[in-house]
């Protein structure tokens, strides 16, 4: 697992860039979704993105997220459900 405090630009294209120090990252969604990626492979299996940072208002950043980013990492699948006994 990891983290990332993201700043998601409007423009898909933007580069990678810390800001604050390299605390927060501004970044357009694909290259978040590089960065996901590289994660994956490196073994990450969950990431917590805050964007408490972020300059676009939390509703678009949030929209942006769920219908471009995360259509690229399907959930995993849980483990099979147990039989009801009641």
């Known amino acids: 697992m990891t983290n990332e405090w993201l700043d998601l630009t409007d423009d898909?294209?933007?580069?990678?860039?810390?800001?604050?120090g390299g605390y927060v990252l501004r970044t357009g969604r694909k290259g978040l979704i590089d960065l996901l990626h590289t994660w994956q492979e490196a073994g990450v299996n969950h990431a917590a993105l805050g964007i408490q940072f972020a300059r676009r208002p939390p509703?678009?950043?949030?929209?942006?997220l769920a219908e471009e980013v995360l259509p690229h990492f399907p959930?995993?699948?849980g483990p099979a459900a147990l039989p009801a006994s009641w």
């Open 12 to 20: 898909p294209d933007h580069p990678r860039s810390p800001q604050q």
């Open 59 to 64: 509703a678009d950043v949030i929209q942006e």
């Open 75 to 77: 959930s995993l699948a």
